[in-house]
């Protein structure tokens, strides 16, 4: 089983700015389209952003577009997470997620059920 651990969380102002990670020992990392997903507590895990397995096409969700920023370095086996002007709203448990061997469109990878393996999470609380 492939393991994702993520990082950077934490509690921040509102407008403020946070940067996740999610790093994992896996060999074939470079191959996996990767995702960001995010859970409010009693609501459903929805999508944030998700980037292909060479990094060049990337896509987000309505929400966070222009304020979030997915990247990945392959040879550091690390996905990030930029996110600026943070609002309230933003408060979520955050979620890595890997597809293996991936490919990456703009109507994929932006449901629960199309990604292979998940890390624990990092708390996001961004006050106001």
């Known amino acids: 089983q492939v393991q994702l651990v993520e990082s950077g969380g934490g509690l921040v102002q509102a407008g403020g700015s946070l940067r996740l990670s999610c790093a994992t020992s896996e060999f074939t990392f470079s191959r996996y389209a990767m995702g960001w997903f995010r859970q409010a507590p009693g609501k459903e895990r929805e999508f944030v952003a998700a980037?292909?397995?060479?990094?060049?096409?990337?896509y987000y969700a309505d929400s966070v577009k222009g304020r979030f920023t997915i990247s990945r370095d392959n040879a550091k086996k690390t996905v990030y997470l930029q996110m600026n002007s943070l609002k309230p709203e933003d408060t979520a448990v955050y979620y890595c997620?890997?597809?293996?061997?991936?490919?990456?469109?703009?109507?994929?990878?932006?449901?629960?059920?199309?990604?292979?393996?998940w890390g624990q999470g990092t708390q996001v609380t961004v006050s106001s």
């Open positions: 997620a890997a597809d293996e061997m991936g490919t990456l469109g703009a109507g994929t990878h932006k449901t629960v059920r199309e990604y292979d393996y």
């Open positions: 980037i292909s397995f060479s990094g060049r096409t990337s």
